[in-house]
Nanobody, 114 residues
Framework: QVQVVESGGGLVQPGGSLRLSCVASGSFVSIYDMGWYRQAPGKQRELVAE???????NYADSVKGRFTISRDNAENTVYLQMNSLKPEDTAIYSCYARIQYVYWGHGTQVTVSS
């Protein structure tokens, strides 16, 4: 069994920052890719950022320069530092961990509003 649990969402004003965390636990040897997707109401789910075990990262164009993904392999944890947040960043952010399959968390709500 593998569990993926996100934390760190909340309400923030435009221009503010949030840091999301995601921990994978259970029976496995190592995690390949980890990353974050988001889905806003009425919109399709989109990739926000992903990172390989070796630390190579990929970002959506809409978040480049504002968001930073990082991971701690020893702790099976991935982080998403979100700066200069905009109202259009409002969404449910879901984390995944690719092991032998892709495992998903339940998501955490991020709301950017004044």
């Amino acid at each position: 069994q593998v569990q993926v649990v996100e934390s760190g969402g909340g309400l923030v004003q435009p221009g503010g920052s949030l840091r999301l965390s995601c921990v994978a636990s259970g029976s496995f040897v190592s995690i390949y890719d980890m990353g974050w997707y988001r889905q806003a109401p009425g919109k399709q789910r989109e990739l926000v950022a992903e990172i390989t075990r070796g630390g190579s990262a990929n970002y959506a164009d809409s978040v480049k320069g504002r968001f930073t993904i990082s991971r701690d392999n020893a702790e099976n944890t991935v982080y998403l530092q979100m700066n200069s947040l905009k109202p259009e960043d409002t969404a449910i952010y879901s984390c995944y961990a690719r092991i032998q399959y892709v495992y998903w968390g339940h998501g955490t709500q991020v709301t950017v509003s004044s």
